[in-house]
């Protein structure tokens, strides 16, 4: 988990607002409270073996994206909303940790 973090707490820019680290086989699912027509940057990484899927509705808020579980780093700009939901979800067989922060810009 300290490596995924350190990816994560790596990448610069805004103030935190919310972040943490979970197995690959629990995901990542938050809703967090984003002012309307405020934007943010999601950060997203996963450390151990196989492949998440990183899911953000509304769509207008932001896109789906692959998360790769070979340390990448996937940055993503998201729009507050009324709710916006982030899910990530581990591929069945994947393995390791995932890390994320949301960002204030």
């Known amino acids: 988990m300290k490596r995924a973090a350190a990816i994560v707490a790596s990448i610069s820019g805004g ?5 943490g680290s979970e197995r690959v086989v629990d995901g990542i699912h938050t809703r967090p409270e984003l002012g309307k027509g405020k934007t943010y940057r999601l950060v997203v990484t996963c450390v151990g ?5 990183l899911t953000i509705a509304p769509t207008t808020s932001g896109s789906d994206a692959p998360v790769p579980c070979d340390q990448s780093v996937v940055q993503q700009r998201i729009k507050g909303d009324d709710e916006v939901r982030i899910d990530v979800s581990g591929a069945k067989g ?3 940790v995932l890390a994320w922060q949301i960002n204030i810009l």
């Not at 103030?15 to 972040?19: K, N, W």
């Not at 073996?49 to 899927?53: D, F, Q, V």
Request: charged letters at 15%; glycine letters at 24%; aromatic letters at 0%.
């Open 15 to 19: 103030s935190l607002l919310e972040g």
């Open 94 to 96: 994947s393995t390791g």
């Open 49 to 53: 073996r196989g492949n998440a899927h």
